[in-house]
């Protein structure tokens, strides 16, 4: 494994805080306020939150997000409206209904008057919820954002401790003022869709998603959080993110801070203080961190333009007031595959937001990573937050001009 390069912002004051960036290493986990405008324009605040099925012109604001969801009626015009089973009802209210189509091959909808070349977030849930009566969901079907493949949705992958609902979700930068997602009958069994929601990100964000690249969330975990049935997003997260509990007591230690952890004005993560207050740590400093995962495609040979690419990050800070004068010292490294990663030890700094990241994807059939305490080191290894995506192309985002809203047959 390449050493990874390092970009270090310059500390400018006591609240101020490095940003590192690996170049080349991948890890894998075993693992609105305001109603929308009249025709289904953004908030004032850029977002989009369509809730699908709902009754036309209908809206309401969320209880937990505070977020003003809306029909998805100004934003397609095929499909058709279903509520779920009443046994379903008490997941979220935007999985209440949802919007079928048994008709076509390819149905899209249409999210206009967005910024072109600003970076996105999309998200959609799926929650089938016996709506059709049959109990027999779809085995899946493709999303596709403009002509792009975006992800096939296997409803079957996602059980009841995820509430039955599956989430995609994908970071793209939009070429003009408008994007389409479109659902993709592959035959096998009809597409539905439960919510879909837009999010503009500051351009600087997530380097790794370009004109060429997007994004497509594998996984974003808060580490350790107090609570650990919770997810946390906006208004905790100002970018409506999903920051999901991770931790195994059995495995790893916890500690936590009441203490703000700040980052910098030129962060490109921006994580949510919230989620960098608690981490998990092993239980002594012999102990490593370890996690890994497969990839996708396993076939092919490392580093083959075939497989999939991931991109990886890891966001540190200190939560513990170290005592240097006394030796306390906690600094560690980064393996990938049980070979150094990341070329020096890396200490985080105190209440402090850093983030080690891939600026490229990288491509193996499998990722095992761990974190380990260097030998100077007095305390275990930490860890608050961790991402990971894989990419797909987007060079072709633009809007198919046969689409339209509708269906195509």
């Known amino acids: 494994v390449a050493p990874l390069a390092v970009c270090m912002h310059v500390k400018q004051s006591a609240r101020t805080r490095r940003t590192m960036a690996p170049r080349r290493w991948l890890l ?15 908030d004032s605040r850029g977002f989009i939150s369509i809730d699908c099925g709902l009754a036309e012109e209908a809206s309401y ?10 029909s998805d009626s100004g934003f397609t015009d095929a499909g058709t409206n279903y509520n779920i089973s009443a046994e379903y009802l008490g997941f979220s209210r935007r999985g209440h209904n949802l919007r079928s189509f048994p008709d076509g091959v390819r149905n899209c909808y249409t999210l206009r008057s967005l910024v072109s070349g600003l970076k996105y977030l999309i998200r959609a849930s799926f929650l089938y919820g016996n709506y059709d009566g049959l109990n027999r969901p779809p085995a899946s079907f493709d999303l596709h954002i403009g002509v792009n493949f975006w992800k096939t949705v296997n409803i079957s992958t996602w059980g009841a401790d995820q509430g039955n609902t599956a989430v995609v979700e994908a970071i793209v930068v939009v070429p003009d003022d408008l994007l389409q997602v479109c659902l993709v009958n592959t035959g096998g069994g009809t597409p539905f869709i439960s919510s879909l929601d837009l999010r503009p990100l500051k351009r600087t964000f997530y380097p790794q998603a370009t004109a060429e690249q997007g994004l497509v969330m594998l996984a974003r975990f808060n580490a350790a959080p107090v609570n650990k049935t919770g997810t946390i997003r906006y208004p905790d997260d100002p970018h409506d993110r999903l ?15 009441t203490e703000r952890v700040y980052g910098v004005g030129d962060d490109l993560f921006e994580v949510p203080w919230k989620v960098m207050q608690t981490a998990i740590v092993t239980r002594n400093a012999s102990e490593n961190i370890w996690f890994g995962w497969e990839s996708l495609d396993a076939e092919p040979r490392d580093d083959d333009p075939s497989r999939p690419g991931y991109i990886a990050i890891l966001h540190f800070a200190e939560l513990q007031l170290l005592n240097a004068s006394n030796g306390e010292l906690r600094q560690f490294y980064i393996n990938l595959n049980d070979e150094l990663a990341y070329p020096t030890g890396f200490t985080p700094e105190h209440l402090i937001s850093n983030a080690i990241y891939d600026t ?10 761990s974190i380990n305490a260097t030998a100077n080191s007095t305390l275990p290894p930490i860890l608050n937050a961790v991402e990971m995506y894989y990419v797909i192309p987007t060079t072709n985002l633009g809007t198919d001009s046969q689409d339209g809203n509708s269906s195509d047959l």
């Open 28 to 42: 894998l986990l075993f693992l609105a306020a305001g109603v929308l405008q009249p025709l289904a324009q953004p």
């Open 61 to 70: 604001v969320d209880d937990t997000t505070t977020l003003a969801y809306v």
């Open 243 to 257: 920051w999901y509990p991770w931790f195994d007591a059995t495995i790893w230690a916890e500690i936590s801070t």
């Open 360 to 369: 490229k994807p990288s491509r193996h059939s499998g990722y095992n990573l």
